[in-house]
T-cell receptor, first 111, second 117 residues
Framework: GQNIDQPTEMTATEGAIVQINCTYQ??????LFWYQQHAGEAPTFLSY????GLEEKGRFSSFLSRSKGYSYLLLKELQMKDSASYLC????????????FGTGTRLTVIP | GAVVSQHPSRVICKSGTSVKIECRSLDFQATTMFWYRQFPKQSLMLMATSNEGSKATYEQGVEKDKFLINHASLTLSTLTVTSAHPEDSSFYICSARSRTRVEAEAFFGQGTRLTVV
């Protein structure tokens, strides 16, 4: 099975940097995705990691360590509009390559 | 990025009736489509996986006779909630996978908010 953990809630200040962690246990790891989801809307794709290391995309970066079963999403220069839930999802080869989601981290950006 | 279109975005139906939700891949052929359900303040739960031209694979605990999935073409999958009850009220979301565009599965439809009254 899959076990994906991330903090439930985080709060950060506008303009600051925040790191959202995700740990996972899965038997057939085949990629990790990060999504942003605003309330009442569908998730939007942020990043994808399949190899160890850092992937940078503008203000957002995602890191993966497969040996540690660990990833983080780094958000820089926080803006109020970044207040949303951030979902970590793992693709599992033994699960027909399906995506399995963590519970999501609700980030609140304050002035 | 790949575009996945889902319709309708919102639907209200009476208890006991059926509702059909469509999921279309607009710029690629989706060999596999995924249907998720999300209750308020919870994460996405995979309901079923549909492959073009074959029967859907349902996750444990999901009633296949209640949630009918049809994937008749490479660009369209439908989810029909039969004999809907208030507890079926939820946010339903689809995503799609392409044989040639691996990253395509990263993109979701807009979601359908179903309210059963």
């Amino acid at each position: 099975g899959q076990n994906i953990d991330q903090p439930t809630e985080m709060t950060a200040t506008e303009g600051a940097i925040v790191q959202i962690n995700c740990t996972y246990q899965t038997s057939g790891f085949n990629g990790l995705f990060w999504y942003q989801q605003h309330a009442g809307e569908a998730p939007t794709f942020l990043s994808y990691n399949v190899l160890d290391g850092l992937e940078e995309k503008g203000r957002f970066s995602s890191f993966l360590s497969r040996s540690k079963g660990y990833s983080y999403l780094l958000l820089k220069e926080l803006q109020m509009k970044d207040s949303a839930s951030y979902l970590c999802a793992v693709r599992d080869r033994t699960g027909a390559n399906n995506l399995f989601f963590g519970t999501g981290t609700r980030l609140t950006v304050i002035p | 990025g790949a575009v996945v279109s889902q319709h309708p975005s919102r639907v209200i139906c009476k208890s006991g009736t059926s509702v059909k939700i469509e999921c279309r891949s607009l710029d690629f052929q989706a060999t596999t489509m995924f249907w998720y359900r999300q209750f308020p303040k919870q994460s996405l739960m995979l309901m079923a996986t549909s492959n073009e031209g074959s029967k859907a694979t349902y996750e444990q605990g999901v009633e296949k006779d209640k949630f009918l999935i049809n994937h008749a073409s490479l660009t369209l999958s439908t989810l029909t909630v039969t004999s809907a009850h208030p507890e079926d009220s939820s946010f339903y979301i689809c995503s799609a996978r392409s044989r040639t565009r691996v990253e395509a599965e990263a993109f979701f439809g807009q979601g359908t908010r179903l309210t059963v009254v």
